[in-house]
């Protein structure tokens, strides 16, 4: 008994060691060359989305001159446009008490007439009065106011009027 142990010597921890060491100097590699790949990548995405937003403010340049000349045409056409329907509350609300109005006839230049009776002289003098004095109108005419009676013997006036809307 004599023998001393010896361990047995195998080549199989050297090899794992070995490759392990491969494999992890590979995989270190590996990583090395996905980031380099990944850093060229975000390079190019950075100069593409700097492109894009050049194309971006370009765009938009163009489309706040085209807005701001839709604007000014929208502004024109308001201003130029006439609410008849405001015209003719505006006038309604000067006709005093006595005078009757038969027909509104308008027309693009926003001159309106109007025709109708009333029961006095003075009655059609008040409507005019109140049209002359409105900010709504101007540029009162009368071409013609005739006196007359009905058949029931009553005295009217008719009258007709031209004006010109001044509210827009």
Same mark, same amino acid.
């Given at each position: 008994m004599d023998k001393t142990f010896e361990a047995p010597s195998s080549r199989f921890l050297p090899t794992l060691v070995v490759f392990v060491f491969v494999i992890g100097l590979l995989y270190t590699?590996?990583?090395?060359?996905?980031?380099?790949?990944?850093n060229s990548s975000v390079a190019s995405i950075e100069e593409n989305k700097?492109?894009?937003?050049?194309k971006m403010n370009a765009l938009k340049d163009d489309k706040i001159a085209e807005l701001y000349s839709a604007q000014e045409l929208k502004t024109s056409i308001e201003e130029a446009t006439t609410y008849w329907s405001q015209?003719?509350?505006?006038?309604?609300?000067?006709?005093?008490?006595?005078?009757?109005?038969?027909?509104?006839?308008a027309s693009e230049d926003a001159s309106i007439q109007v025709s109708g009776v009333a029961d006095s002289? /003075?009655?059609?003098? @008040? &409507?005019? #009065?109140?049209? /002359?004095?409105?900010? @709504? &109108?101007? #540029?009162?005419?009368?071409p013609s106011v005739t006196s007359g009676v009905t058949s029931d013997g009553q005295d009217v006036v008719s009258f007709s009027l031209n004006a010109h809307n001044s509210s827009k």
């Open positions: 590699f590996f990583l090395v060359f996905e980031r380099v790949s990944l700097a492109e894009l937003q050049d015209v003719l509350n505006n006038l309604n609300g000067l006709v005093p008490v006595g005078v009757f109005v038969s027909s509104y006839s002289f /003075s009655a059609v003098a @008040d &409507f005019i #009065s109140a049209l /002359s004095g409105s900010k @709504d &109108f101007e #540029s009162v005419f009368v």
